[in-house]
Structure formats: structure tokens, C-alpha cells
């Protein structure tokens, strides 16, 4: 039982400091004119992010340009634009606009979890405890949320969850739990699932490897029996028979779902280029540890590949091949032609390891790829637009594009730099995390954005001041972007 | 026992006051009480109040009103009164376990213990009014509403049923239970439609006006499970829906803007800790749902910033109505310092009042009978010697509908 202790008069902190992103102002339907049907449009939400430095993550960089956000979806990004009177309007002047990171294999606390585990026995009545539900319900379609998908993740979705706020404040807009591509959106349940069924695993270690090249076989196969069957015009006596036909592999050949294998050791991925190129698809291969050893066959069967920059393991001394890993990993295999993507050492939120080994420490993956060699916007590319093409969402997220979702990032500096923090997070048009209104890093370097400017501008002028001697063409700005 | 009722009959109110007393003077039926102060809950603090009550029944309360020579008067001139308190949502006196489950038709009175000792216990500390809840997860039942003496059920029970529990929660399962627990009535929404066409047909047929006229459609009558459902959604039945963290609301409300279903129901909570629930604060307040809760201060999430949730609650405008962090005797013991302690943290009085007693009432559909101070209702009265909150204040009497049954006055 709670003790109650009599204390003094303490303030309680305004709540207004410690909420998160408020919600949304809900949408006014128009006055009705003419048809009730009106009364159903919503209104446009328009938001313009201005000023700022954008990074598009294709490789542009816009200085100084403003981002015009209808609905949630980019809608023009460039200078001068008409903007709706009734815009919100966000000025990050003096920032940098990066796209939202994407992050594979993410805990599920990240959508799901709360922090400290609640002591349920007190506070709730044990014998209507809400999590022995789990279990016991074996009938009746999975639930289907508007978009129709089916993710056991939908129904769980706590947009408070405080992981979520952790994994925003680093950086992270969208991440992969369990096969399914979510949004980390903080203004209710809906929309927040972007894609199912991202990727079907298949096996080339060890003794799967001939059942998996089997599967491949039978399934291309049936494929040319289909084609010749449909060229003959379909009769239905002779319709190839699908019996012992792998669907996944099926699938795979066809081009509706990507194949995704796990592999470290050269010998591994030397089979799954081999299955790949025989095959016809581009694999995604996660680990690739050795892939520096056979870059040239993996980036012949134009794998993407999902690494863990910072992975060690030793050589072999007594093979006569090379073995182990190596820094440069992602920048040999992006030479030889491979799509990188970087992923964390854990997928779990915690504060194990030196200089963080989970999931809030992607943008840090990134640079131990920047150490082996890998060119800057290759790194970024590896922790924004890649995965999302992994996932299939590249459509969506990724980059700052015109159609593409507005979710973006507001940082001081460069995103990959260990210091930097993020400022704002924007998902899907709305502000899902501010620095100065949570807790966690409120209190590091918290400045106003003029007082940044003026600051900015004096140790310009200082500098400006110091070469007067000099004459003509003012060195730049000395920033080293 | 479930009373059974026609299709949209009220619930059943039993408005015997208690039997016997066990010991001390007899009661007189009429007679008034005048005290030095009286928070009436309705009309706010009443000094030198006086009090008249009759049968049971409080007849008037007013500013030093006259009283009628012959009619014995109760004198406490440094006495503050205030109605018996409210427990919406107990568990004390019962005996049951129950799995996760759709079964409204079910009823806390199945597992009452009507000789339970906890009932005397809680009487001494104020508590006049209890709503017990039904064991087990899901839909596990209706609740019913008990005065806290009696020794039987007959003569402890106020109303039956008095709000359906149901229980949410951020997971695929709960979901789908309330979703399937809400198709029992578009099943029988269905039957009578069917009952209906089928009626409209054979009236046609009928030659005679007269006897078509006579003709009047009966809707066929909903098995014991499905009717607490019915009479949910046709405003005759309140619930009380359970949830733990403030995601759960937003998958609450998800489940049922997918019908049409209007219905009323508070939303239950259990504060704590790391407790979430200050996120949907603005949301529940829109709504105006009354939360039930305890009076607890609780830490923000991941910190030891100290929140004061009921009152957030409160200001964002949902109505408060407590129970104790422990639902036990010895949690009815504390329930009046831990409202105490809310309010040194800027909690309104006449808030906290409230909340111990008239919303607790509204709860179980019982604002009409009990809660405050007003004429018609139960003469629940604790009598205190100086301010309930106060930690040296002692509780003179507990007053059970005109009679004095705990504290020294009752012997």
C-alpha cells in the first residue's frame, strides 16, 4: 500500500513542459454550402518548413530553401514558394533538413513498450489483469486497419510510448519490427503501418543451400510451364500443376516480394550471388561480414546488403583465403556495386556499450562506414533510402522528394557527426518530437534559433575581421559541412 | 439474483432501509441534525447547518433553520458533516476468480459474502456506498450497488445491475472481445428486424381493422447475455471501461467509432508511477468522461518529477470520483489523507469532496438517491470533529439512513 507522506507546499511541474508534441488542432469541416457532401472534405493542412539547409538525401542540398507540406506529403520544395495563408509555418533558419532515418529490426518496445515494468499486483485487480489476454482467442479474421493490413503490431500501437520519443530524438521516423514498416507517428493509431510482408528469408547455409537452390529451380520452372501454358491460351486440362512449388520462391522470381538471406562467411555468399545470378533477383543479404572478400560476385548480382559497419571477427590463419572482417566492408562492397544499408549491433533501446551499441546509435553505424571509406552521401543514403527500398517504402520515406511523406529532421549540424542532436522531428507534416519540450535532451546546448544566428554571425565577423588584411575573394565560409 | 425485466425496463432499485439495529437507544424516525458545518456537495458549505431528516430520508437542509417544537434535535455545534462516502469500484466482501470472457449477463452478487467482517470495517471508516464489481477480465459482468450493513443481500442491496464492466487494453485480443461483445446487439438488431418484417407481413394479411389495429409489434425479447448489451446501447445501462495506459483510450475509442453504438461510460484507471495518462487528459476532457481513480501522486515516466494527475484530469474536465490506492478496509482507513495530500498539491476541496461521494453516486446511477446533502436523498452523514482532511480530526458517527450504526454516537 502507498505511503502518504505530508509534504510541504512542492510546485508541480507544469504539465505544459513536460507534455509531448500537443496534438493536432482536429480538422474543421467547412461550413456547408450548397451540398452536404461538402461537409465531408476536410480541410488541406499545409505546413512550410523555411530557411533551412536541405539535405535531400539524394545527394542535392538545397541552402536556404523552404519545404511546403500539404496533408503530410511533400508538395514543393525550392525558394519563393505561394504558401496558403493558413499554413503553419516552422522557420529553421540557420539548420540543416535531413529525411527521416530508417531503422531495420527495431525493438518492439519502440511502438509498443513503456518504460519502468509497473508493479501490476497492487494496482491493478490481479484477477482481471489486462496482459493474460494475450492467448485465448482462436477464431475470427485478424483485425484490418483501413489500409488493410494485418500487422499484430496495429492493435498494440501506443503512440506515447517513451521508446518512441528516444528513438525520434535520435533521429529515427521509421522503423522495421517484424517484417512490417511503421511510421513512428505520435498523433493517434492510424496510418502508422506502411508496408507487411516486406522480405521472405530463405536459407544458403550448410545443408539448406541445395533444398533452397532446389526451391528456385522448381519454382522458375513452373514459371516457364505457366508462361508457355498461357501463351497456348490457357486450356484447362493442362494447367501446370503447383503442388511442391515453393510460393515464397514463386513470388520472389516474379517480383512481388524481395528475398532476404542471412549470411557472414565468404563461402555463404559466394553460393547466394551464385543462386542470385542464376536466378535472376537481387538479394538482400543481411550480416555480409566477409562480403569485402567476394564484393565483385555480390555486387554482380546487385545485392543489397545490410551490415553492421562496426562488426569484428577475426581471420582464419590457417585458410589460404582471407577471412574476417574489415572496416572498409561497406565501402568495398558500394564500389563493387552493391546498395549498402547500415543497421545497429542491437535492435533493443539501452545504454550498454561504448558510445551506444543500440538502436539510437544508427547515425554513429553510419560513420564507422565514413571510417572504412565510404563516401558521406553513401552513408547517409545507407541509413535513409536504402533501408526504405528494403522495406519497400522507398516510395514514402527516404528522402526529401515532392510526394513523398514530410518526414524530415532539424539539426544543428551534420546528421552523421557524433555530436549533433536533433532539433525537430517531423512525421508524416507534424511535429512528433521537439528537443526543448521533452526530457531527455533538453538541457544539452539548448539555445534559441536567432541567438544561434547572432552568434554565428559574430564569429564570422571575427573572422572576416582578422583577414583584412588580405585582399579580394573572402575565403568561404569556412564551414566544413 | 438478476432480477429479469422486459426488454427496456429500469434497474431495480430496493429502497428498504436497514433492519434492527443491533445495540444502543432507538432511533427516532423524524429528527434533526444541527451541526457547525455541512458540505452538502450540491450547494457548497452550509454554516451552522441543520439538517432534517425523516424515514430515512433527509426532508430539508438549510442555514440555521427553525425547528419545529417536539422534534428531536442532534446538537454538534463544532461538527462538520458530509454525505457517507462512495466506493464506486470494490471488490470487498467478494469471493470469485474468473477467466477473460464475454459474460454480461453475469453479476458481482453471485460472489458476495453478504457476513464478510470487511463491510462493519469499512462502515467505520465512512464508507456507506459500495459498487462491487465483478471478478475476471474481458466482460466480466455487471456491478451492484450495497450499503456497506445488512448481513444479507436482500437488505444490503441498493441497485443491480449498476454499470457493466468491460476492460481495454492495446492488443489485438481485448480488441476483438469488446468488438464481439458489441455484435451480440447487431444479432439482435438483426432478429428484430426480421420479427418486425415478419409482423408488418401478417398485419397486411389481417382483413379485420379492428383487429389490426389491436395488432401491436412485440420484439422478441434478447437471451440473458445479450440484453446487459442492449440496454448498454440504448442508454439504460452505464459502463465502466478499465484501462491501464493512455494508448489503451485511443484503441478504445478505435474499437467504437467503428459502430455506431452510442453509449455512456466512465473510464477507469488505476494511477501509478510512470502512469501515461495525463497524454489523453485533453481527450477525455473533450468527452467530459467521468475517470475513476485513485488519489495518488505519481511520477511523470522515466523521472521523479511529481504529477498531479487527478487534478490534470480535472482541470482538462473530466469529472473525478475516487477510490483508494488499496481497496481494502485499511485503504478506506488512508482514503481521506491520500485525498488530503492531492490537495496540498492544488487539488480544489470541493473537488475532492465531490469526488469522494456524488460522482461516485453518479457511477452507480444512484445520484438521485445518495452523494450529497439534499432534501430526498439517503440521510448517509459522517459526522467529523473539524475538517475530514485534517490529520487529527476524528470520525464522531457514521450515519446509514437516519441511524447512527459506526463511530461513538452509535452506542
Known amino acids: 500500500m502507498k505511503k502518504i507522506t505530508l509534504l510541504s507546499a512542492a510546485a508541480v511541474l507544469a504539465p505544459a513542459a513536460l507534455s509531448a508534441a500537443p496534438a493536432p488542432a482536429p480538422i ?60 503553419e509555418r516552422t522557420d529553421v533558419s540557420g539548420y540543416r533538413v ?89 498523433d493517434g493509431i492510424e ?115 545490410v551490415l553492421d559497419p562496426r562488426a569484428r571477427s577475426w581471420n582464419d590463419p590457417e585458410s589460404l583465403y582471407q577471412s574476417g572482417s574489415s572496416i572498409e566492408n561497406a565501402a568495398i562492397l ?85 555530436e549533433t542532436l536533433v532539433e525537430l522531428a517531423f512525421v508524416a507534416g507534424d511535429i512528433a518530437y521537439d528537443k526543448t519540450k521533452e526530457l531527455f535532451y533538453a538541457h544539452i546546448r539548448p539555445h534559441e534559433i536567432t541567438a544561434d544566428l547572432e552568434a554565428d554571425a559574430a564569429a564570422e565577423a571575427e573572422a572576416n575581421g582578422e583577414e583584412e588584411g588580405e585582399d579580394g575573394d573572402a575565403s568561404d565560409d569556412g564551414d566544413d559541412d | 439474483m438478476l432480477l429479469t425485466s422486459l426488454v427496456l425496463g429500469s434497474a431495480t432499485l430496493i429502497a428498504n432501509p436497514t433492519g434492527a439495529t443491533t445495540a444502543g437507544p432507538v432511533q427516532p424516525d423524524l429528527f434533526a441534525l444541527r451541526v457547525g458545518t455541512a458540505e452538502t456537495i450540491s450547494q457548497g458549505t452550509i454554516p451552522n447547518a441543520v439538517i432534517l431528516v425523516e424515514g430515512g430520508r433527509i426532508v430539508m437542509v438549510g442555514e440555521d433553520l427553525p425547528v419545529e417544537r417536539g422534534i428531536p434535535t442532534l446538537d454538534f455545534p463544532d461538527a462538520v458533516v458530509m454525505p457517507g462516502i462512495v466506493g464506486s469500484r470494490s471488490r470487498i466482501g467478494l469471493e470469485g476468480r474468473a477467466g477473460t470472457d464475454i459474460t454480461p449477463e453475469l453479476s458481482a452478487a453471485f460472489e458476495l459474502d453478504p457476513g464478510s467482517g470487511d463491510f462493519a470495517k469499512v462502515l467505520e471508516h465512512g464508507v456507506t456506498t459500495l459498487g462491487l464489481y465483478p471478478s475476471g477480465g474481458g466482460v466480466p459482468g455487471v456491478a451492484i450497488a450495497v450499503r456497506t450493513k445488512g448481513g444479507t443481500l436482500d437488505r444490503m442491496l441498493l441497485s443491480e445491475p ?89 484503441h478504445l475509442m478505435d474499437v467504437l467509432d467503428q459502430r455506431d453504438y452510442e453509449f455512456e461510460f466512465d473510464v477507469q484507471a488505476s494511477l501509478f508511477d510512470d502512469g501515461d495518462l495525463f497524454y489523453v487528459a485533453d481527450r477525455l476532457g473533450a468527452s467530459g468522461r467521468r475517470v475513476i481513480v485513485n488519489p ?75 452523494g450529497s446533502i439534499d432534501a430526498g436523498k439517503y440521510a448517509n452523514l459522517l459526522l467529523f470533529d473539524g475538517d475530514p482532511f485534517a490529520v487529527e480530526t476524528e470520525l464522531l458517527g457514521v450515519m446509514l439512513e437516519g441511524e447512527f450504526v459506526a463511530g461513538d454516537l452509535a452506542e
Open chain 2, 296 to 370: 495518488s501522486i505519481t511520477q511523470h515516466p522515466g523521472t521523479r518529477r511529481e504529477r498531479n494527475l487527478p487534478k490534470e484530469l480535472n482541470d482538462a474536465g473530466c469529472p473525478l470520483a475516487f477510490v483508494p490506492s488499496s481497496d481494502s478496509a485499511s485503504g478506506y482507513e488512508d482514503l481521506l489523507l491520500e485525498v488530503a495530500n492531492l490537495m496540498r498539491y492544488g487539488l480544489d476541496r470541493q473537488v475532492a469532496l465531490r469526488a469522494l461521494t456524488l460522482e461516485g453516486a453518479h457511477v452507480l446511477g444512484l445520484e438521485d438517491e445518495l
Open chain 1, 28 to 87: 474543421a469541416a467547412p461550413a456547408p454550402l450548397v451540398d452536404d457532401e461538402d461537409a465531408d472534405e476536410p480541410e488541406d493542412e499545409w505546413h512550410l518548413v523555411e530557411g533551412g539547409d536541405v539535405y535531400t538525401g539524394t545527394g542535392a542540398v538545397l541552402r536556404g530553401a523552404s519545404i511546403l507540406i500539404k496533408n503530410g506529403v511533400i508538395d514543393e520544395i525550392g525558394y519563393d514558394l505561394f504558401v496558403p495563408e493558413e499554413a
Open chain 1, 334 to 418: 558500394h564500389a563493387a556495386g552493391c546498395q549498402v544499408a547500415v543497421r545497429t549491433p542491437s535492435s533493443s533501446i539501452d545504454t550498454g556499450g561504448i558510445a551506444g551499441r543500440d538502436l539510437l546509435s544508427l547515425n554513429l553505424q553510419a560513420g564507422y562506414a565514413i571510417r572504412g571509406g565510404l563516401s558521406e552521401q553513401a552513408a547517409l543514403e545507407a541509413i535513409t533510402i536504402v533501408p526504405a527500398r528494403i522495406l519497400g517504402v522507398d516510395h514514402r520515406v527516404g528522402s526529401i522528394e515532392v510526394g513523398k511523406d514530410a518526414d524530415l529532421l532539424v539539426t544543428r549540424g551534420d546528421i552523421l557527426h557524433y
Open chain 2, 162 to 250: 449498476s454499470y457493466l464492466q468491460m476492460y481495454m487494453s492495446s492488443n489485438e485480443s481485448a480488441k476483438r472481445l469488446i468488438d464481439k461483445s458489441f455484435e451480440l446487439v447487431d444479432e439482435y438488431m438483426e432478429d428484430v428486424e426480421k420479427e418486425r418484417e415478419k409482423f408488418e407481413k401478417e398485419k397486411e394479411k389481417e382483413k379485420s381493422k379492428s383487429k389490426r389495429d389491436e395488432m401491436v409489434f412485440q420484439p422478441p425479447v434478447p437471451d440473458e447475455k445479450t440484453l446487459p448489451m442492449v440496454r448498454l446501447v440504448t442508454g439504460d445501462l452505464r459502463a465502466v471501461m478499465g484501462i491501464r495506459k493512455a494508448s489503451d483510450y485511443l
Open chain 1, 191 to 305: 496510418g502508422v503501418v506502411m508496408n507487411e510482408d516486406t522480405t521472405v528469408g530463405f536459407s544458403m547455409r550448410g545443408s539448406s543451400k541445395s533444398n533452397t537452390r532446389d526451391a528456385f529451380r522448381e519454382a522458375a520452372r513452373y514459371l516457364r510451364e505457366m508462361a508457355a501454358w498461357q501463351r497456348r491460351g490457357e486450356p484447362d486440362d493442362e494447367e501446370p500443376s503447383s503442388r511442391g512449388i515453393d510460393r515464397n520462391a514463386v513470388r520472389v522470381l516474379r517480383n512481388e516480394v524481395r528475398a532476404s538471406f542471412v549470411a557472414e562467411d565468404r563461402l555463404t555468399l559466394l553460393a547466394i550471388a551464385e543462386l542470385a545470378q542464376d536466378f535472376g533477383f537481387n538479394p538482400i543479404v543481411q550480416g555480409a561480414r566477409e562480403g569485402w572478400i567476394v564484393a565483385d560476385e555480390l555486387g554482380r548480382a546487385g545485392s543489397i546488403v
Open chain 1, 98 to 186: 535531413y529525411p527521416g532515418l530508417v531503422a531495420l529490426g527495431a525493438t518492439s518496445r519502440v511502438t509498443v513498450g513503456r518504460f519502468a515494468a509497473e508493479d501490476p499486483s497492487w494496482a491493478v485487480d490481479p484477477l482481471s489483469d489486462p496482459d493474460e489476454w494475450m492467448y485465448g482467442f482462436d477464431d475470427l479474421e485478424p483485425t484490418v486497419d483501413d489500409e488493410g493490413f494485418r500487422s499484430r503490431y496495429i492493435d498494440s500501437y501506443d503512440p506515447f510510448s517513451p521508446y518512441m520519443t528516444l528513438a525520434l530524438a535520435n533521429g529515427i521516423t521509421a522503423c522495421e519490427q517484424s517484417g512490417a514498416a511503421f511510421k513512428l507517428r505520435r
